[in-house]
């Protein structure tokens, strides 16, 4: 039994949260407007506090005191007092409990009520009138945590970003439907510490792994209320505490397992972070943490009007990282994940948001220079989700450097090529050479193009090529939702068919796509399940989906089709990671010879003769040959793509000067191997919507090339 105290000590402002140092807790808290705040203590068996303390301490805008009596498991929240103005920005109403915006951990689940909110829903002034019914009995508990676990020899793989290959995966969809996995532990961590996920990602290919969001986050009331649930994640409720959801020991030692685990494969993981806003919504949200600490300082606010909030995420609230606390708590809570948890880097949700100052989008704003200085920061991989929804939010490209950026331009032009779309060539040549159009300022590499041909946010690769609309109709949104163009094509009929030439065409055009994926230079991205038939049915807004909608379907590598549509990816990742020139962490511009007559790069038409500008510009061209060259150590790797999305099949006449070729791979014929020797070729009929790819010897040379591939 606890013995507590009659009040507190003053404690200290740093560190915030609640810090346990063997005798006691330290409680510290940011509120710039508050007038009082109060920490409150409860049991495991209690809906109401056991005891409340005054913070006694208030420094540099930081409440703090000291609890001798406090430990590890400790469970606590706040009161904040201050003026209820919403016209002023001001939402502080001491009846509603708070959790602690730094606490790392969080014990129970949240209960949908009208007391959770700071006003009266139906009263005649609308959040003008303030609410006093006491919130506690259905919030979660913040608690105090003493994180500890034992890492061993851990060493951060460091992938380059040259070799870098990205899988993007839900924690729990992975595991749902493993049968080989307990029951109990599906959609969790621990279920991807098994073997068989290692194995996996390892026999594949796959260097790093990005989880979508493991922060703890919320379902909204009009979700729960449909009986749908936030499955994506992306409506964090606190930033330092792992999703309760995906632990089944209680602790988050459950993460740093898994991390530990690819650690020695080799594999990295990278977490997919929401900083943009939180899950209290708009000005009409509830308040559970930031909005009742101080909402005029953690929110942007619209400066005509204070009671609302600017909604530049279209998620009803922006956090402010303009004010120097709530970037201090980013910053703290990503260095968090890294040195707690090991993680390799972080993918940004809405990463302008975060870069956005009152002014606009500034690539020299207060969290990339913060970001881009710090010592450990800045050494792990950065990734930027490139726009919002907000007024020029719109910036790929004009990212930071040590930042690379999601690129839907790859995207969008992969899809219409290969659909058959006119005037798309052009486009897809800078694609194929990492969007040096986009990117190639300010020292930054190819690799800063993420490509991806799909995401968990629209169509599977499968769906890409089933449907011709989106089919919403399970999220209760009218098909109103989600994207409406795709630049997809269901071949003849709408989701599942049983045609064996449309079968045939889809599955022929899937290949294509991964081959151009695989093969560009750029860091590849795929989604998990794309390689064996992953579907969703045509729902391309599957954020609310947590069913068999959405989970990843390992049955279907039983269809043989499906299990050689895996291992052509695999060939492919093999065929990136043998031939440098693929995957070459320079620009290319045709101006280096790398062999007599050989530049790093050349663009062919099919008969063998450069690109003419008339070429280029013909709407209708829709193949396409690209030699690559690079030297790299004293090797030479050349090799050349021959791309044909015409329906029929092209023959192309290959480039001079005259050596020697090797066949790697033809998308339309997978079951073709690989040559082991070099031969004399000059000619090389590639099928309809097909690409093929060669590796070249010059004449004046017998053994360089072959040391390399």
């Known amino acids: 039994m606890t013995s507590w105290s009659d009040a507190l000590l003053p404690g200290r402002p740093y560190p915030l949260g609640a810090t346990w140092d063997g005798n006691g807790v330290n409680f510290a808290v940011f509120s710039g407007h508050a007038q009082r705040i109060e920490l409150c203590i409860f049991d495991s068996s209690s809906r109401k506090e056991s005891h409340r303390y005054k913070l006694p301490e208030y420094t540099d805008e930081i409440w703090h005191g000291y609890l001798p009596s406090a430990r590890p498991g400790t469970l606590y929240g706040f009161r904040a007092f201050g003026n209820y103005e919403p016209m002023q920005g001001h939402r502080f109403n001491p009846h509603k409990l708070l959790l602690d915006p730094y606490a790392r951990g969080m014990a129970g689940r949240l209960t949908w009520t009208d007391a959770l909110f700071g006003y009266r829903i139906n009263a005649a002034r609308a959040d003008l009138t303030q609410d006093r019914r006491d919130s506690a009995p259905y919030m979660p508990r913040s608690v105090v945590c003493h994180h500890a676990f034992d890492w061993g020899d851990d060493k951060r793989p460091h992938v380059p970003w040259e070799d870098t290959v990205i899988m993007e995966a839900h924690p729990r969809g992975l595991s749902m439907l493993r049968s080989d996995i307990p029951f109990s532990k599906r959609g969790t961590f621990a279920a991807l510490c098994e073997n068989w996920f290692v194995s996996y990602l390892k026999n594949l290919g796959i260097t790093t792994l990005e989880l979508m969001p493991v ?42 397992t898994l991390v530990r685990i690819l650690h020695a494969a080799g594999i990295e993981v990278i977490m997919d972070v929401v900083y943009n806003h939180t899950a209290e919504g708009n000005e009409l949200g509830p308040t559970l943490c930031y909005r009742g600490l101080d909402n005029a300082s953690y929110y942007r606010l619209a400066p005509d009007n204070l009671r609302c909030c600017i909604n530049d995420t279209g998620c009803g609230n922006t956090l402010n990282l303009s004010h ?152 209760e949104e009218n098909n109103q939702d989600g994207h409406g163009e795709n630049y997809s094509t269901n071949w003849g009929e709408e989701g599942k068919s049983e045609d064996p030439g449309i079968l045939h065409v889809r599955d022929t055009v899937r290949r294509a796509m991964f081959a151009t994926l695989l093969l560009s230079q750029g860091t590849p991205m795929l989604l998990a399940g794309d390689e064996f038939g992953q579907t969703q049915n045509g729902n391309n807004n599957a954020y609310c989906q947590d069913s068999i909608l959405s989970w990843l379907n390992w049955s279907l590598l039983d269809i043989p089709s499906e299990l050689e549509m895996a291992k052509f990816v695999k060939r492919l990742l093999m065929a990136r990671q043998n031939h440098f020139s693929i ?62 999305a015409n329906a029929d099949p092209q023959l192309f006449t290959l480039p001079q000067p005259f050596g020697e070729w090797r066949f790697i791979l033809e998308s339309a014929h997978p079951e073709k191997e690989e040559t082991l020797v070099f031969s004399s070729l000059s000619e090389l009929q590639v099928s309809g919507r097909s690409l093929a790819m060669l590796a070249y010897r010059p004449s004046s040379t017998t053994t360089e090339v072959e040391e390399v591939s």
Not at 219 to 232: E, I, P
Not at 236 to 251: D, E, Q, R, W
Not at 588 to 607: K, Q, R, Y
């Open 215 to 256: 922060q703890a986050f919320l379902t909204d009331r009009y979700l729960q209320d449909k009986g749908l649930v936030n499955y994506w994640g992306y409506n964090t409720l606190s930033f330092f505490v792992p999703h309760t959801g995906y632990i089944t020991s209680g602790s988050p030692s459950d993460l740093c």
């Open 324 to 475: 120097p606390r709530v970037l201090q708590m980013v910053i703290d809570s990503l260095r968090y994940w890294a040195e707690a948890f090991h993680i390799d880097g972080f993918r940004f949700d809405l990463c302008t948001t975060l870069g956005r100052e009152e002014y606009g989008f500034d690539p020299r704003s207060g969290f990339f220079d913060i970001l881009r200085q710090d010592p450990l920061l800045s050494s792990l991989k950065l990734i930027a989700e490139p726009w919002d929804p907000g007024p020029g939010g719109y910036q790929i490209g004009n990212h930071p450097p040590g930042f690379v950026e999601w690129n839907d331009s790859y995207r969008d032009t992969s899809r219409r090529f290969w659909r058959g779309d006119e005037g798309q060539r052009g486009l897809l040549a800078a694609r194929l050479t990492g969007s040096g159009d986009i990117f190639e300022r300010k020292g930054r590499r190819p690799w800063s193009s993420v490509n991806f041909l799909t995401a968990h946010d629209g169509f599977t690769l499968m769906d890409v090529v089933s449907f011709n609309e989106r089919h919403n109709e399970a999220n």
């Open 583 to 644: 995957k070459y962490g320079r620009y290319l511009h045709g101006h280096t010879e790398i062999s007599p007559g050989i530049t790093d790069i050349g663009w062919f038409s099919a008969d063998g003769t450069p690109m003419s500008v008339e070429e280029w510009e013909r709407p209708e061209g829709r193949t396409l040959a690209l030699r690559r060259a690079a030297s790299r150590q004293g090797k030479k790797d050349i090799t050349l793509l021959l791309l044909n």
